[in-house]
């Protein structure tokens, strides 16, 4: 059974302020108190992992033994079908040291070449910890189609090419409300809400 939250101060396991910024308004109708990993000068961890649920794992329990508070972390990307799932769990170093996404994003059309396959997902995991050890995870995933050129200036990362099933705008050309009823981030934190934050029926 999962533990739950109630009135601690919750430490987000992210040194990316797009991360942060959408974990923190969808946590805000709970009323918790929210610090980042960067504010509390807590190093970020290597991510040895070969999933996002284990990388997401390793950040979350590396915060809540570095704060000793309660900690999420959550490691996601874009899979792209033709590309065998990449860039996966390395989207965030297709950036490169400098987090050029407009560089990540030229690459991914370079690598997809001529291909007619423009299918790709957003997977997110979110790992919740506790200093005591207790942790869980719950992932959450979104189908779409990627389009050349990016389209929009909102959201970050790949949103600008990402255009979800069911729309015909990209995650960059959404408001935040609208993405956060939809995304992959929100797919996840859904889960997470219902073991965490609502009563057993």
Not at 34 to 44: I, K, M, Q, R
């Amino acid at each position: 059974m999962t533990a739950r939250l109630a009135g601690e101060t919750l430490v987000i396991a992210s040194h990316n302020p797009g991360k942060l910024r959408e974990i923190a308004d969808l946590l805000e109708p709970f009323g918790m108190t929210v610090t980042s990993a960067g504010d509390l000068g807590l190093a970020e961890p290597e991510e040895t992992g070969a999933t996002f649920a284990e990388n997401a794992a390793l950040k979350a329990r590396a915060a809540t033994q570095g704060a000793g508070l309660p900690a999420l972390a959550d490691d996601s990307g874009l899979a792209v079908r033709a590309l065998g799932g990449q860039p996966g769990i390395h989207s965030a170093r297709w950036a490169g040291p400098d987090k050029d996404f407009g560089a990540a994003m030229a690459r991914v059309e370079r690598e997809l070449g001529q291909t007619d396959d423009r299918r790709a997902a957003f997977v997110c995991a979110l790992c919740l910890a506790w200093p005591d050890g207790a942790q869980e995870t719950f992932e959450g995933r979104v189908e779409g189609q990627l389009v050349s050129p990016p389209r929009g200036g909102r959201g970050f990362g790949y949103d600008p090419i990402f255009v979800p099933e069911g729309y015909e705008i990209t995650f960059g050309e959404m408001v935040p409300a609208e993405k956060h009823k939809i995304s992959h981030r929100a797919r996840a934190f859904a889960k997470l809400v219902r073991a965490v934050f609502e009563a057993p029926a």
